[in-house]
T-cell receptor
Framework: AQSVTQPDIHITVSEGASLELRCNYS??????LFWYVQSPGQGLQLLLK??????LVQGIKGFEAEFKRSQSSFNLRKPSVHWSDAAEYFC??????????????FGRGTQLTVWP | DGGITQSPKYLFRKEGQNVTLSCEQN?????MYWYRQDPGQGLRLIYY???????QKGDIAEGYSVSREKKESFPLTVTSAQKNPTAFYLC???????????FGSGTRLTVV
């Protein structure tokens, strides 16, 4: 079955430490790939997206993500986490063709806690 | 500024009552979506509309209804048939082709 997997439900890091959030997808062709962030009680904000080309994409708030076709992964990274990064993070894919063009499929999210 | 407006932010429903959640966008997007969010379950698609006067069921449409009479508006009605409506509801719109969703700020619905 087609799916988006975020294997880590909850991650805790210390402020200033590096961060990597994992995302894997199982679709036949390379989809469009996204990372969103959600603060409590708010909507989701787009962090970054991958269409094609350079496999390392830069986003807002100092985040970056690397697409690895061989691993069907799109992991999110940040070299130094700030306390304000504490939030829930969602990986999402959009199939690049077909009747569902435009629909995003989401992972279940990873909750990030940052220790001072 | 362009965006999506959801209202109200908080909504309380009595047993057996229908309630309607508003979603308005001024982004000129054709496609709009409604998601339900429960803790630990991510986002589940309720309904979506790719064009005015047309909409499709998502993965959890039972107990919900929508309309799309205008490009800008995509209201969601939670009917009395929805047995567990307490959740956070998110509306989104998209320009298809890899641009991603723009989300509203959500409506938290609670049954009292």
């Amino acid at each position: 079955a087609q799916s988006v997997t975020q294997p880590d439900i909850h991650i805790t890091v210390s402020e200033g430490a590096s961060l990597e959030l994992r995302c894997n997808y199982s679709y036949g062709a390379t989809p469009y790939l996204f990372w969103y962030v959600q603060s409590p009680g708010q909507g989701l904000q787009l962090l970054l997206k991958y269409f094609s080309g350079d496999t390392l994409v830069q986003g807002i708030k100092g985040f970056e993500a690397e697409f690895k076709r061989s691993q069907s992964s799109f992991n999110l990274r940040k070299p130094s986490v700030h306390w304000s990064d504490a939030a829930e993070y969602f990986c999402a894919v959009e199939l690049a063709r077909g009747s569902t063009l435009g629909r995003l499929y989401f992972g279940r999210g990873t909750q990030l806690t940052v220790w001072p | 500024d362009g965006g999506i407006t959801q209202s109200p932010k908080y909504l309380f429903r009595k047993e057996g009552q229908n309630v309607t959640l508003s979603c308005e966008q001024n982004l000129n997007h054709d496609a709009m979506y409604w998601y339900r969010q429960d803790p630990g379950q991510g986002l589940r698609l309720i309904y979506y509309s790719q064009i005015v006067n047309d909409f499709q069921k998502g993965d959890i449409a039972e107990g919900y209804s929508v309309s799309r009479e205008k490009k800008e508006s995509f209201p969601l009605t939670v009917t009395s048939a929805q047995k567990n409506p307490t959740a956070f509801y998110l509306c989104a719109s998209i320009h298809p082709g890899g641009y991603g969703y723009t989300f509203g700020s959500g409506t938290r619905l609670t049954v009292v």
